[in-house]
T-cell receptor, first 117, second 108 residues
Framework: GAGVSQSPSNKVTEKGKDVELRCDPI?????LYWYRQSLGQGLEFLIY????????KSGLPSDRFSAERTGGSVSTLTIQRTQQEDSAVYLC???????????????FGEGSRLTVL | QKEVEQNSGPLSVPEGAIASLNCTYS??????FFWYRQYSGKSPELIMS????GDKEDGRFTAQLNKASQYVSLLIRDSQPSDSATYLC????????FGTGTSLTVIP
């Protein structure tokens, strides 16, 4: 596609439910990042996939959060047993080059706004 | 772990003035530096990248990098109300590290 595509754009769920957020990166981009942004706050790093390397999961806030990337393309971020503090915009970004962060810029999707009631 | 520091602002400048945004980082091995602009309710978009010491100009925007001082800045000349946004500094290492952003308001 022309850009990074995320779905759903908005998700309202009840506390305790599981949610899945999807990211379809720009074709050919090897690096994929997930960030979380609460209202009026900066970007909080969650997880980073680079090619076939093991993902950097150091930003995941709890074991309720997990992510996978299938076939080096589409990624799914799963939040189990959602809590109200999980409410935020979840941003996905991809980068074009295999050489790592120093060789490419990030292109962001429009985000998935999650509201946990 | 790198630390990227930005003044959160808000920074207000009159239309036509120069807006100066600053960012410091803590890791000397960082190689690439980026400025992203984020309008309210929108995703960040890249406006400048800089990889070597000195100045890089693109239209009304100038990025300045001083690796010895671990300092990167963004100057916006002839500021316009449409420049009102949050500006995020990003530094790379093992991954992208973002500052918390500086909120800029250009007053007509």
């Amino acid at each position: 596609g022309a850009g990074v595509s995320q779905s759903p754009s908005n998700k309202v769920t009840e506390k305790g439910k599981d949610v899945e957020l999807r990211c379809d990166p720009i074709s050919g981009h090897t690096a994929l990042y997930w960030y979380r942004q609460s209202l009026g706050q900066g970007l909080e790093f969650l997880i980073y996939f680079q090619g076939n390397s093991a993902p950097d999961k150091s930003g995941l806030p709890s074991d309720r959060f997990s992510a996978e990337r299938t076939g080096g393309s589409v990624s799914t971020l799963t939040i189990q047993r959602t809590q109200q503090e999980d409410s935020a915009v979840y941003l996905c970004a991809s980068s074009p080059l295999a050489g790592g962060p120093d060789t490419g810029e990030l292109f962001f999707g429009e985000g998935s706004r999650l509201t946990v009631l | 772990q790198k630390e990227v520091e930005q003044n959160s602002g808000p920074l207000s400048v009159p239309e036509g003035a120069i807006a100066s945004l600053n960012c410091t980082y803590s890791d000397r091995v960082s190689q690439s530096f980026f400025w992203y602009r984020q309008y309210s309710g929108k995703s960040p978009e890249l406006i400048m990248s800089i990889y070597s010491n000195g100045d890089k100009e693109d239209g009304r925007f100038t990025a300045q990098l001083n690796k010895a001082s671990q300092y990167v800045s963004l100057l916006i000349r002839d500021s316009q109300p449409s420049d009102s946004a949050t500006y995020l500094c990003a530094v790379t290492g093992n991954q992208f590290y973002f500052g918390t952003g500086t909120s800029l308001t250009v007053i007509p």
